[in-house]
């Protein structure tokens, strides 16, 4: 790679950050048939601290035939509240949910970018970003000037690409986690079969991920709770028989929910995934809302790349954030409702999955991408639950 192209002559498209936003947005501005760079500040495959499960919308928004292996796939449910009250439901969904290494799915990506076409560098930090005539220009630590006709900023929850462009959270959240290697036998007692547990602090769940011989767990609450959030998950490791082992990643990380006011762009740069603040105030996924907002951010990007017209700019600017914002962040206010009623009242929506067939028969649709939450909230069922929780709200 000639050494003009990171101080000279501009790529169509640069992306920032090797997620799956990133990764997506740089393959499908490739395809597109652009001129494309995807930047990582660590080196590839590296270690992400997430769950790992793809849901059935996160399965729709793969590209064929990803290399990536899937550790197991979930056909039962264990939910509980605070150690309490323990039921497991069958999943019957089209799609079950399927469990991945976020170093190899986020790895098995950037390849399939690099296939497309984009050339990826790794171990380059970003350290600022310019607006100029028709282009942006990219610093990065090795100070290098990268110019590019549009940037996708796909950098994490703590973006320096969202700071750029202004984007604004209205809840941020601490999640803790470890990833233990576990024996034959609790291997099998897991295999097939997740929990969700319903923790002591509001808002907060604990969870165990199947991944063969290995299980990911962890917590997740409000931040600011800290020392409370890592007492729950000593308790929860216990409770689950984990805490004697010795794990193999013990980390933690803030997940981050966008204000639905919150800027998608600034000139010539978008940005995506939790870069953008897109994350269910609920669940805390987040690789469905990166898959998405990854592929109309590689497609915007590169209609903005190749726009003769300042006006054709502007309509593949307008297209991105009107597809984020008539499904992403309408899924998270439908979401919303969810949370606030969980927040208060953990034990109903406890109830309501374990004991009212039909709410868990749309819950496990959701998981497999058959339906959504705005259209699960809209059901009789859930109209009527809603109004009940309103009662006590």
């Known amino acids: 790679m000639s050494a003009d192209r990171f101080n000279g002559q501009p790529w169509d498209v640069v992306v920032i950050g090797a997620g799956p936003a990133g990764a997506t947005a740089a393959r499908v501005a490739a395809e597109a048939g652009c001129d494309v760079l995807l930047l990582e500040r660590a080196a590839i495959p590296r270690y992400k601290t997430c769950g790992g499960g793809l849901i059935g919308c996160s399965q729709a928004f793969l590209p064929a035939g990803l290399a990536v292996t899937i550790r197991d796939e979930i056909d039962a449910v264990t939910f509980g509240w605070n150690g309490r009250r323990e039921r497991t439901v069958a999943s019957t969904a089209g799609a079950r949910c399927k469990m991945v290494f976020r170093e190899e799915f986020d790895a098995a990506l950037t390849e399939a970018a690099a296939r497309a076409g984009a050339v990826v560098r790794d171990q380059t930090a970003v350290s600022a970003l310019e607006d100029a005539a028709g282009e942006v220009v990219v610093r990065t630590g090795r100070g290098e000037r990268i110019r590019a006709r549009a940037v996708v900023g796909a950098d994490g929850s703590a973006s320096r690409v969202g700071r750029h462009v202004g984007v604004r959270c209205e809840q941020v959240d601490l999640a803790l986690e470890v990833e233990v290697p576990v024996d034959q036998r609790d291997a099998a007692k897991w295999r097939g079969r997740m929990l969700m547990e319903w923790g002591p602090l509001p ?64 000139g010539r740069t978008l940005v995506a995934g939790d870069a953008a603040g897109l994350c269910d105030p609920w669940s805390r996924e987040g690789i469905s809302f990166a898959l998405r907002s990854g592929t109309w951010a590689g497609m915007a990007a590169a209609g903005i790349a190749r726009a003769e017209r300042r006006a054709d700019a502007e309509k593949a600017l307008i297209a991105y954030t009107d597809a984020v914002r008539s499904t992403l962040e309408v899924e998270m206010l439908a979401s919303r409702q969810v949370m606030n009623v969980f927040t208060k009242l953990p034990g109903v929506v406890h109830t309501a999955l374990t004991a009212v067939p039909p709410v868990w028969r749309r819950v496990d649709s959701y998981l497999g991408g058959d339906t959504t939450i705005p259209a699960l909230l809209g059901t009789p069922v859930a109209r009527s639950a809603l109004r009940v929780a309103g009662l006590f709200l």
């Not at 907060?204 to 767990?217: H, N, R, Y």
């Not at 409000?222 to 998950?233: N, V």
């Open 203 to 266: 808002g907060s769940f604990g969870w165990v991920f199947p991944k063969g011989d290995i299980c990911t767990a962890g917590v997740v609450a409000a931040r600011g709770k800290g020392e409370a959030t890592k007492a729950y998950l000593r308790e929860f490791l216990r409770r689950q028989g984990l805490a004697h082992l010795t794990p193999l990643h013990d980390t933690g990380h803030l997940t981050r929910c966008r204000r639905p006011d919150s800027p998608l762009a600034r």
